[in-house]
Each structure stands twice: as C-alpha cells, then as structure tokens.
C-alpha cells in the first residue's frame, strides 16, 4: 500500500444558535472545497481489500462511488470513470453509480458544506470524494444518519491505511450538528444552490433572465426516459398497449415519443432486443423531424455516434445514409445499434473535417452536423460536465462548429437541406453560431430554429435548418 502523507484536518466546531454568523449576501461565492491537485502518486488508486465490507453494503457503494467521484475530478469523464466499476458485483456497481451520479449533480452542494466543516481539503482525493458521497447520502436518507456515518467511516478504513478514519468521522457528524445552519447559509450562495458554476450561471441569468433559475432546477433533477417507437416495426398505439399490459406508465409525446412515468432498466422494455423501441429524448428525436427524409435520398450524419439520430432517419424513411464518426471506439456503437433495429447505413470512422479522406465527389442531398459542444443542454445525464468544462471551453468549439459547417456546406446538392444540432444552450453554439454562417456563405437560407431547453419532459438542444439555395 502507498504511503500516503498524512494531513491535520482542521474541523470548524458545532455553534449554537445564539453563535449562528450573518447570512452572506446573495451571490456570494463564500468558501467551499474545491478539487484536490495532487502529486502524481496520490492520484493512484489504493487497491480496495474490502475485508470489512461485503459487496452489498452501504460501505461499498460509496467506497466505489468515491473512486468513480476521484476519477472525474482527476479529470476522467464520468463515462471513463464508470469503468472503474466494471469488475464489480452488479448489486455494489448499480448502487455505486446512483451515489456517483447524486454526489456529483450536487456537487455545488457538498463542496460548499465541506469548505464550511473543514479549514482545507484533504490531499487524499478519494478520501475527500468519500466525504461528498456521504454528504449526499445523509441528505438522501437523513433517518438512516446514524448507519450512513458507520459505514462511510468503514469504508474509510480502506483507503489510504485507514488514516483518514477520524476525519470522515468527525466531518459528518459535525455536519449532522450544523445541518439547519448549513443549509440556511447556502441558500444565500449561488454557486451552491444552483449547483452549477458562477461563470455558467452567469451566462444563463444573460441569455435567460427569465428561464435561468428553470433551465438549473432541471440540470439538477434525474432525467426522464423516453422511447422512440420503431414504427417499422409497430405502431405507436400498439406498443404503447404492451407497456400497458406489462404494466409500465408511459404518455405520448410527439409523433413517436413515449415517456415512461419511472424509468427502468432497458431489458425490462417489451421488445427492446428485438428492435421494437430505442431509448431517446424527445429533444433528440426532433433532429429527425426537422430534416425529414425522403426514399432514396443520400444523407450524410457527419458525427453519428452512438447512432440514434442515425436509425431515426432510417426508421422514417428508405434513404442511403452514411454514418461518419471520429471515435473509433464509438463507431461500432452505430452498427450494433442499427443492427438491433434491422436497418442499414455504410458507416465509416472519418474525420469530416477531412473531407478529401473519406468523400467521394458525390453530393449530398441532406447532411445532418449534430456537432460537438459543451452538452451544457444534458449535464443532468453528464453532471460531471459541471466540474470538466471550463467557460474558455465555448469559444473553442464555437470554432470547431463553425470549420465543421464550412466544411460540409460545399457537399450539400443545391436544393439541398443541412440540419445544425446541438444539445446547448449557450447562443455562441446555436444562434450566433448560425448568423455568422449566413454571413460567410450566400448561397444559404435559414429555414427555421428552435431552441429547446431542459425541462420535466425533455433535454436542452439546438436546431437550426438551412438549405443551399
């Protein structure tokens, strides 16, 4: 086991009530814990003994959660960190990740509270991101205070030689004396009431002054699960009467969309294996609707991974689509989903940017460009998008978009259509995005635009429709 250095913690002591200090002005960064940078070997993961936790235990999940937690704020995506859980039992990886997931919608949260208990971080990152699994589970169960501080303290025990033992004991159990003032005080604190970062917060009071509050309270629900009907295959009433008879609420939404009352795992949907249904936002499934494919047309989806735009045109109309993606480990995701679908598309691993190495000269007559983007628009599916995106990311790939679209408008046909999507907010990606494009390029039009943002029902996305006149 690695040698890690020891840190005094020092905790900031119960108050009564009559000590209570004065509420913080609004807007207020104040203190909180931030990330932990550590030396390149205190990133290592200790190897997990697990001698005092059985697998289904509380302590379990959020030793894992922890590491899933440590992963993302060392800089992994959360779908990297996720791997971390692969070896695992099922019961302790599904447990875990609803931990991960919990803590870090919350972050905002935790690491305000942390930086009210504690004077610094703990060096030792994994120990740190046990805290804020905690802290969220005591929020999640209040009446199980007692068990979830046992176990986290357990749980501790197996990092880091157990030196961090005492601290996550003390930690928690001061929050539980200073709940009531804590949460008093956080209400005051933007960052962490709204749980997402100043500089995002502050271009969504910008562009939404009367939305913002809205399009955060979403960011920071659980998602809903919506369907898309394959109607290749069945019709929507049809299928929305086998989710009757297996007992699964659904309501419809738009021409092919079911959204399920509770989510659920996709193995317990009717006919999900045999390609009766695919898992979609409504908001995504609008990209389809917006090109609205004809039999026979040569469609191009420029940045096709995982597939599910891909199969929506297939599933709307007999056209020939090529599916390009730069990911070569997400490629085959768009085969194995067509595949589930009974559809077909010539899918290909290709840079679009670099038209001379995979086009053929042939033009298109629709190009769908769902390009890369901040994905502000689904961070309650990322949250780990709140800690990795830096506001300077937006002008970069407000960059990338913009060459993506120079790139592919000499491909389209004239008559033809080119469909701009992304899952957004932020008007640099979308609109603006859009208008600068029509500067540059005469010979387009905008057809129409929509923005959707995050709600109950659907995720945050960006449509903008332009055809080559």
């Known amino acids: 086991m690695l040698d890690f250095e020891k840190q005094t913690i020092t905790l900031v002591p119960t108050l009564p009530s009559s000590s209570l200090p004065a509420p913080q002005p609004p807007s207020s960064p104040g203190k909180r814990v931030v990330r932990v940078h550590q030396p390149e070997q205190a990133q290592t993961t200790v190897g997990i003994t697990h001698r005092d936790l059985a697998a289904d235990s509380l302590g379990y999940s959020l030793l894992l959660a922890a590491r899933v937690i440590a992963a993302v704020y060392g800089g992994k995506s959360l779908n990297e960190a996720f791997l971390l859980l692969d070896t695992e039992p099922t019961v302790a990886s599904v447990a875990a990740r609803d931990v991960a997931y919990g803590a870090l919608r919350n972050n ?115 998602p809903p699960m919506t369907l898309r009907v394959n109607t290749r295959r069945i019709s929507v009433d049809d299928y929305l009467g086998q989710l009757q008879a297996a007992e699964i609420a659904a309501e419809p939404m738009g021409s092919v969309a079911l959204r399920l009352v509770k989510p659920l795992p996709v193995h317990r949907l009717p006919g999900f294996h045999a390609g009766l249904v695919s898992v979609q936002d409504a908001g995504a499934q609008r990209a389809a609707e917006w090109l609205d494919p004809a039999p026979g047309d040569y469609i191009l989806d420029a940045c096709a991974a995982p597939g599910g735009k891909t199969s929506h045109l297939l599933e709307r109309a007999d056209a020939d689509v090529l599916a390009l993606d730069i990911d070569a480990a997400r490629a085959p995701r768009i085969t194995k989903n067509l595949k589930r679908l009974g559809l077909t598309a010539k899918v290909r691993v290709a840079d679009c940017l670099a038209v001379e190495q995979w086009w053929d000269g042939r033009q298109f007559d629709a190009i769908l460009a769902d390009a890369p983007c901040s994905a502000v628009g689904v961070a309650r599916r990322h949250p780990d998008i709140k800690m990795l995106r830096r506001e300077s990311d937006i002008r970069k790939l407000a960059h990338t978009q913009s060459l993506i679209l120079d790139a592919l408008w000499p491909l389209l046909k004239p008559g033809g259509k080119l469909l701009y999507a992304t899952c957004s907010v ?44």
Do not use: C
């Open 426 to 469: 932020f008007v640099e990606e979308n609109a603006a995005q859009i208008d600068a494009f029509l500067v540059r390029w005469t010979d387009a039009r905008r057809v129409g635009q929509e923005q959707w943002l995050p709600n109950e029902r659907n995720d945050g996305f960006y449509y903008a429709l332009l055809q080559k006149t």
């Open 108 to 222: 905002g949260r935790g690491e305000f509270i942390l930086g009210r208990l504690m004077t610094h971080p703990l060096k030792h990152a994994e120990t740190q991101a046990l805290l804020l699994a905690a802290l969220y589970r005591l929020e999640t169960r209040p009446n199980a205070a007692p068990m979830v501080v046992s176990q986290a303290v357990t749980a501790a025990g197996e990092l880091s030689g157990g030196a961090f033992k005492g601290v996550v004991n003390g930690v928690l159990r001061n929050f539980l004396g200073q709940r009531e003032r804590l949460f008093a005080e956080l209400q005051h604190d933007d960052v962490a009431y709204f749980q997402h970062p100043a500089w995002w917060l502050a271009r969504l009071r910008r562009v939404y002054p009367d939305d913002w509050r809205n399009i955060a309270a979403a960011d920071n629900a659980p």
